[in-house]
């Protein structure tokens, strides 16, 4: 609210800007850094996963980097062995069906 009343004014206080100033450059930094995990650790796992380097998630630093990123990922060829398909046993029909009387 003190900030839209700083605006508003014609002359605004030179020490009251210098402070909103100071922690804008306080707290800046650290907000983009905590985007920057949040966005960097899931594609480190995802190109460890892919048999990719991790490194390259710090492409997401860099502009467009990303974009390229997931274009890399998306139509590159994992070198990763699919897991094992598990196979259970076939189960019997529902509802089970009474066995048939002997025949003579």
Do not use: T
Request: net charge positive.
């Amino acid at each position: 609210m003190h900030l839209v009343a700083l605006l508003l004014q014609s002359q605004p206080d030179p020490e009251a800007v210098k402070r909103i100033v100071a922690v804008a450059v306080a707290i800046v930094p650290l907000i983009i850094l905590v985007i920057l995990a949040i966005v960097i650790v899931p594609f480190w796992f995802i190109c460890k996963k892919a048999g990719f380097s991790p490194w390259l998630s710090f492409l997401n630093i860099i502009p467009a980097g990303g974009l390229i990123l997931m274009y890399v990922l998306a139509f590159a060829e994992w070198k990763v062995v699919p897991a094992p398909q598990v196979y259970w046993p076939p189960q019997p029909p529902y509802p089970p069906q009474p066995p048939f009387p002997p025949q003579a």
